[in-house]
């Protein structure tokens, strides 16, 4: 599966290991940055690239996404046609008793394209775990989640 990445300096450590068990898993990974650890760098610019290449091929591509809580680089993702971006901050931060929950029905249900991870509330196993299966889930495509997208694909706002 080929998969866009980006990060701040916030998830930089933590996103370099990633790229390297993805491509170890046989995924083509395109990283959009940081490239280097820079405290001073600000996540849209790392956060962008990767909404613009998933905004093109949304049903094929993926993305992922690190910031300090994935919530900002959530919101800039969003902003581009066809990603549906989801931040996951992990299972201390879960009130059900299955955390993974959050993450398999933002792909079956929501068919989430981009992944948006909080570098602060993370371990690197609770990443891996997370990132493994959301790409192992599916989209069911199921008629009420498409017409639920449907919906949301509708929405037009004039800037």
């Known amino acids: 599966m080929k998969i866009f990445i980006g990060t701040d300096h916030a998830g930089y450590v933590l996103k370099e290991k990633l790229v390297t068990s ?8 395109i990283d959009k940055g940081a490239y280097t650890y820079d405290e001073h760098d600000d996540y849209p610019d790392f956060v962008i690239p990767v909404g613009e290449a998933v905004s093109k091929d ?17 919101i800039a993702a969003n902003k581009f046609p ?5 931040v996951y901050y992990g299972k201390a931060n879960c009130v059900v008793d299955d955390e993974a929950d959050i993450i398999v ?4 249900h929501n068919n989430s394209n981009i992944l948006s991870l909080g570098a602060r509330f993370l371990t690197e196993e609770e990443m891996m775990s997370a990132v ?8 069911t495509g199921t008629e009420r989640h498409v017409r639920r997208l449907s919906k949301i694909d509708a929405i037009k706002i004039n800037e």
Request: net charge positive; glycine share 14%; charged share 30%.
């Open 82 to 86: 066809h990603v549906r971006a989801v």
């Open 58 to 74: 949304p049903d094929r591509v993926k993305g992922i996404i690190i910031g300090a809580t994935g919530q900002g680089e959530a």
């Open 132 to 139: 493994d299966l959301w790409l192992k889930t599916p989209y």
């Open 22 to 29: 993805l491509k170890g898993e046989g995924h083509e990974v």
């Open 105 to 108: 029905r933002s792909r079956e």
